[in-house]
């Protein structure tokens, strides 16, 4: 058992819950920089987390990744009541994915106040190490976060099925090792087989790996390459690479307020 220790509210600092980025230690933001170069207290999210981003910080640090709800939140709690400065530190973004609603929830119920910091999210690195942009003039302006239904159940109304309706860009999380049915469902909802995709693993990190291929193609690659896990799936018609359509932004005959 762990000592508790208590100092005046006013000594207090809010705990944060910050978004490491998708890897690359250079990708987390500039204040989440800072909040982890003074904090006394990180409690961080395992192997998803690049443990270069604590290198050299004063700060003690837990990996969660052993611990439950309780045991995680009882060490926040802790460092939050003996005026530590205190980082929950999560993988990309917080808000997706990143089991925060329950630890937030927790914190509410016993009266001690958080803040969120943002992150980059493994999508948008994913893009980013894809050299593709997400929406693309005349072929789609929405982007899906998702995932495949396998141990978390997904409401049905947003099934792979469902959503592949909309033909719209997808970003498909936590569902690499269910490639095939993923290619089954998207391919049910709608998708044409020669939809390009690609899996990104572990994007930014100094090991990523990029898989290239269409839903006719894409589950037999993955299973030739060995991803199993932490990969994003992008799919949609904007990762066609004959795809010459401009936006009208920087066209010199388009009247615009901004640009």
Request: proline residues 6%; aromatic residues 6%.
């Amino acid at each position: 058992m762990q000592p508790t220790y208590s100092q005046p509210e006013a000594a207090r600092h809010p705990v944060v819950f910050l978004g490491a980025g998708p890897g690359d230690p250079e990708l987390i933001t500039l204040k989440g920089r800072r909040l982890l170069d003074t904090a006394d207290l990180v409690v961080y999210a395992g192997s998803l987390v690049n443990t270069a981003l604590l290198d050299g910080i004063a700060a003690v640090c837990h990996d969660s990744a052993a611990l439950d709800l309780e045991a995680i939140m009882q060490l926040l709690a802790q460092g939050y009541r003996a005026g530590l400065r205190v980082v929950r530190l999560h993988t990309g973004d917080p808000a997706i994915y990143g089991a925060i609603r329950e630890q937030m929830q927790w914190l509410d119920q016993v009266g001690i106040p958080y803040e969120v910091v943002p992150g980059v999210s493994s999508a948008f690195a994913a893009a980013a190490v894809l050299q593709k942009e997400l929406t693309v003039p005349e072929v789609t302006q929405t982007v899906i976060f998702t995932r495949q239904a396998g141990r978390t159940p997904v409401p049905e109304r947003e099934s792979l099925r469902n959503l592949a309706r909309a033909q719209a860009t997808m970003c498909i999380f936590l569902s690499v090792s269910l490639i095939a049915r993923v290619v089954d469902d998207l391919t049910a909802g709608g998708y044409p087989v020669d939809t390009p995709i690609a899996v990104v693993e572990r994007a930014s990190w100094p090991d990523q790996q990029i898989v290239r291929g269409t839903l006719a193609d894409i589950a037999g690659k993955i299973q030739a390459s060995q991803i199993k896990k932490t990969a994003m799936i992008v799919v949609g018609p904007a990762l066609a690479e004959d795809s010459r359509i401009a936006s009208k932004l920087y066209d010199a005959g388009f009247s615009h307020e901004y640009r």
